[in-house]
């Protein structure tokens, strides 16, 4: 018996080998990209991942130091220490250049006037921006420094490193001046309790303000220059430059001390997984502390100096200062390594995009950094159309041919037969 050719598959083959090449191309070809550059692991960013890079640099003023996002208009605000101005951008380009006092040194964003107090440092006073434009300058202390929002009360408390206390600003005037103790640098707002903790470098304490008055003065490590609080427990982690630990205080007492690295220098908290981020300056690493300990240490890059939480795709960036890159941590293992401008200091997350915007002192300008490409959707759009051309081909081919099987052939020149039921 000859078996008869399936009459509608030899014309599907050629398509059919056509779509099995092109997705075939795809796939490699997006293999190969996603492989040159750094990606997140599966399940962040809700998904296989995209690969993480600059999308833009945004030139500013000199020496740009801290920035600051505006919920309100979208706007990330930058300090520029040796041009004593503030950038402000939106997306990837900069829409206003605002003159304030002499070096900026920080930016902080009061969300319920909407305004952003940057502190002075050698003028000695604090710029109010509204938008685009200086709306107040507010005397202070001798060599603002620190500026900290508190959203219980509405006050902005700004640290005055030579006069060792803390002007309480409400809207555009001082409302209160309160003493603590010797070169106080940063402030921490504690949305449990209502307190305001002020690291006092100097006199190695932290001075716990509630309202516009010192309710207690808890004795920490040598140096305190940073703390960060923990939303979920309670705790507040102040970071001892000198000492190389973290004191972890509930209250106004302290419940544990934390070994860390060489230096510790920033810290953020991750609302994810409940993780505290020290970033170790002089060791080239970060601690990840979990509650009241040490829970793992990541390598990262040189000099690490400042640490910031993306709770968009729940990654922490660390600025490595003598590298010129900031590390991606998701957890506790590095995920990407994106390089930067030259001396990146400071990363703010801006919620509205999504993106981090790292200041680069040494090259004057902000690198963007965001999602550039997804890894999870390498084949390009073209190879799905082809394929689907080819898949068509083939399934019009196979069911032409079935149909031509089951009807035989005409007989002695009649009519051929009806083909049998099913």
């Known amino acids: 018996m000859v078996r008869r050719r ?3 598959v030899g014309p599907a083959l050629l398509p059919a080998f056509l779509c099995l090449w092109v997705l075939t191309s795809g796939f490699l070809a997006s293999g190969s990209a996603s492989a040159s550059g750094p990606s997140f692991p599966a399940g962040v960013s809700g998904g296989a991942g995209p690969s993480l890079g600059v999308i833009a640099t945004v030139p500013v003023g000199s020496a740009p130091f801290l920035a600051a996002y505006d919920g309100r208009n979208g706007h990330v605000y930058v300090a520029n220490s040796l041009s004593n101005s503030v950038s402000v951008i939106n997306g990837t380009a900069v829409i206003a250049t605002v003159p304030v006092g002499l070096g900026p040194a920080d930016a902080t964003y009061d969300g319920r006037n909407g305004y952003v107090y940057v502190t002075n ?5 604090v710029s109010v921006i509204g ?9 202070v202390g001798s ?3 620190d500026a900290t929002y508190d959203s219980g009360n509405g006050f902005v408390y700004v640290a005055d490193l030579d006069a060792a206390d803390v002007n309480v600003i409400n809207g555009t005037s001082v409302v209160a001046t309160v003493h603590v103790g010797a070169y106080p640098e940063f402030a921490a707002y504690d949305s449990g309790n209502g307190f305001i903790y002020v690291e ?4 190695h304490n932290v001075s716990v303000i509630n309202g516009t008055s010192v309710v207690a003065t808890v004795v920490v490590g040598a140096f305190p220059e940073f703390a960060v609080c923990d939303s979920a427990n309670g705790f507040l982690y102040v970071e001892n430059s000198a000492s190389n630990d973290v004191y972890v205080i509930r209250d106004t007492t302290v419940i544990a001390s934390v070994n860390v690295g060489d230096y510790p220098d920033y810290a953020t908290y991750d609302s994810g997984n409940g993780y505290v981020y020290v970033a170790n300056t002089n060791s080239d690493n970060v601690s990840v502390i979990g509650n009241a300990s040490v829970v793992a240490t990541v390598p990262v890059g040189l000099a690490p100096a400042d640490a ?8 922490v960036y660390v600025a490595n200062v003598n590298s010129d890159s900031v590390s991606a941590i998701n957890g506790t293992s590095v995920v990407a390594t994106v390089p930067v401008g030259s001396m990146p200091y400071f990363a703010a997350y801006d919620s509205g995009n999504g993106y981090v915007y790292v200041t680069n002192s040494g090259s004057n300008d902000v690198s ?29 081919g196979v069911v032409v041919g079935v149909r031509r099987r089951r009807r035989p052939p005409a007989v002695d020149g009649k009519p051929p037969l009806p083909s049998p039921g099913p």
Not at 121 to 125: L, P
Not at 131 to 139: E, I, L, Q, R
Not at 200 to 203: E, G, P, T
Not at 373 to 391: D, H, I, Q, T
């Open 121 to 125: 440092r050698y003028s000695d006073n």
């Open 200 to 203: 006092n470098s100097a006199s």
């Open 6 to 8: 399936n009459p509608g």
């Open 131 to 139: 938008s685009t434009s200086v709306v107040a300058t507010v005397p």
């Open 308 to 315: 910031t939480y993306d709770r968009g795709n729940g990654l």
């Open 368 to 396: 963007v950094v965001g999602a550039t490409s997804s890894s999870s959707s390498g084949v390009p759009w073209w190879a799905y159309a082809v394929g689907a051309v080819g898949v068509a081909a083939v399934v019009v």
């Open 143 to 145: 060599a603002p420094f």
